[in-house]
């Protein structure tokens, strides 16, 4: 009863954002057809707006699974459809094991997961330095990961969108889902440690940044290239957070 209540929610919320998305912006999804049509997968993707992780959900063929900050779960009823929409919580930049084992578990009945790994909203200045806990649940599942690359949403502002509605001038969302990768043939050793999980951190942003605009890049482009761009976990959250 309760996965049956759980999926109904999920289709009637994916619905209704695709609703809402086609009512006010220009919708594009590319490359949708690149996510596997079984198995575990991990998308990845940048991160600019609180309307992120239902576009990527209502752009995915599959049900997905958001990984979100725990704050929303604290939430009276909002909290409660969170978990009935089959999101799960993270308290960021803590190195939160619990969520980790909760994606790995996922992953290990063969569905996806979305995660941002910046931590908090870029809010359209560029992509920031990624925490590695994205990579530790590829590393430790083997599972595939696809980069999503997310444009537009950095312009959805309330009221702004609504006059731009009505003067039909409606911005521009697109999502773009790049090929799926392992990460483990690319590595240099096969061992999986602090180290490793740098490594594919860096490796899995840029393969989100080469799929992204170069305003959007940020931190992951061609200014850093040949260097490792990771964030640090720290029980303090960045002055610029959600």
Request: hydrophobic share 45%.
């Amino acid at each position: 009863m309760n996965q049956l209540i759980s999926r109904a929610a999920y289709a009637l919320t994916t619905r209704f954002s695709r609703a809402v998305i086609y009512g006010l912006a220009r919708w594009d999804v590319r490359g949708a057809g690149r996510v596997p049509a079984a198995g575990p997968v991990i998308l990845v993707a940048n991160h600019n707006h609180l309307l992120d992780p239902p576009l990527v959900a209502a752009s995915c063929m599959r049900r997905v699974h958001p990984m979100a900050k725990r704050e929303l779960f604290e939430t009276p009823l909002i909290g409660w459809y969170f978990w009935v929409y089959g999101a799960f919580p993270v308290r960021r930049f803590s190195g939160d094991m619990g969520a980790l084992r909760v994606a790995r578990n996922y992953l290990r009945t063969e569905e996806i997961v979305l995660m941002f790994p910046e931590g908090t909203r870029a809010r359209g200045h560029g992509m920031r330095p990624a925490l590695p806990g994205a990579a530790m649940v590829a590393l430790m599942s083997k599972a595939p990961i696809v980069p999503v690359a997310i444009t537009g949403t950095d312009q959805l502002r309330i009221p702004a969108i609504f006059f731009q509605w009505l003067l039909r001038r409606r911005p521009t969302l697109t999502v773009e889902f790049g090929h799926p990768f392992s990460p483990e043939s690319e590595l240099d050793s096969a061992t999986t440690d602090a180290r490793s999980a740098e490594q594919v951190t860096d490796m899995m942003m840029r393969r989100v940044a080469e799929l992204l605009p170069e305003r959007y890049q940020g931190a992951y482009g061609a200014a850093s290239e040949g260097t490792i761009v990771v964030a640090r976990q720290s029980r303090e959250q960045p002055p610029a957070a959600d």
